[in-house]
T-cell receptor
Framework: EPEVTQTPSHQVTQMGQEVILRCVPISNHLYFYWYRQILGQKVEFLVSFYNNEISEKSEIFDDQFSVERPDGSNFTLKIRSTKLEDSAMYFC?????????????FGEGSRLTVL | GENVEQHPSTLSVQEGDSAVIKCTYSDSASNYFPWYKQELGKRPQLIIDIRSNVGEKKDQRIAVTLNKTAKHFSLHITETQPEDSAVYFCAASLTGGSYIPTFGRGTSLIVHP
């Protein structure tokens, strides 16, 4: 069964450093998303991406964040200058355009720890 | 925007008992309500969903009910088993377009053998 894959599974970084989280969505999916989950809290929407551009973003997704689809398979989230409060599990997800179920398929997550 | 509230945050039951998790939403235009299960250390996965044109949906031991007037929906698990132990998230969204589900805080269900 196709799966969304994410790398790295865990990254530890110093405050102020840049971080890039990578995702490979399911190949026939056209909508891509990043969510984050601070420990013990809800899954929060960051950004959605369709047709090579951001379609929606939340208040969390400020100028420190950016997304890119550098090639036909990867979807990346970049945090330019990490803060302590960026420590969270970051989930990538994808969905199939026109799917009647509108199901989100999540990756296993990338745990980011900012020291 | 949409706001989803979920209760309880923790639910502890004995094996064989039923478990009910409740969610409310704020945007009356929302028409799609999925439930995701996240086992410890794993990715959230869809377990059941319901659309606004039905009031109830059942899949073996899992059922979801929707009350559009009151803007709340619930997950019911009967004959709980230890493998049902996980965090359950409800969500609400509009189908079509960019589809951005808003999630609840999650309920940690613990089923004691």
């Amino acid at each position: 069964e196709p799966e969304v894959t994410q790398t790295p599974s865990h990254q530890v970084t110093q405050m102020g450093q840049e971080v890039i989280l990578r995702c490979v969505p399911i190949s026939n999916h056209l909508y891509f998303y990043w969510y984050r989950q601070i420990l013990g809290q809800k899954v929060e929407f960051l950004v959605s991406f369709y047709n090579n551009e951001i379609s929606e973003k939340s208040e969390i997704f400020d100028d420190q964040f950016s997304v890119e689809r550098p090639d036909g398979s990867n979807f990346t989230l970049k945090i330019r200058s990490t803060k302590l409060e960026d420590s969270a599990m970051y989930f990538c997800a994808s969905s199939e355009q026109g799917s009647s179920s509108s199901e989100l398929f999540f990756g296993e997550g990338s745990r980011l720890t900012v020291l | 925007g949409e706001n989803v509230e979920q209760h309880p945050s923790t639910l502890s039951v004995q094996e064989g008992d039923s478990a009910v998790i409740k969610c409310t939403y704020s945007d009356s235009a929302s028409n799609y309500f999925p439930w995701y299960k996240q086992e410890l250390g794993k990715r959230p996965q869809l377990i059941i969903d319901i659309r606004s044109n039905v009031g109830e949906k059942k899949d073996q031991r899992i059922a979801v009910t929707l009350n559009k007037t009151a803007k709340h929906f619930s997950l019911h698990i009967t004959e709980t088993q230890p493998e049902d132990s996980a965090v359950y998230f409800c969500a609400a969204s509009l189908t079509g377009g960019s589809y951005i589900p808003t999630f609840g805080r999650g309920t940690s269900l613990i089923v004691h053998p």
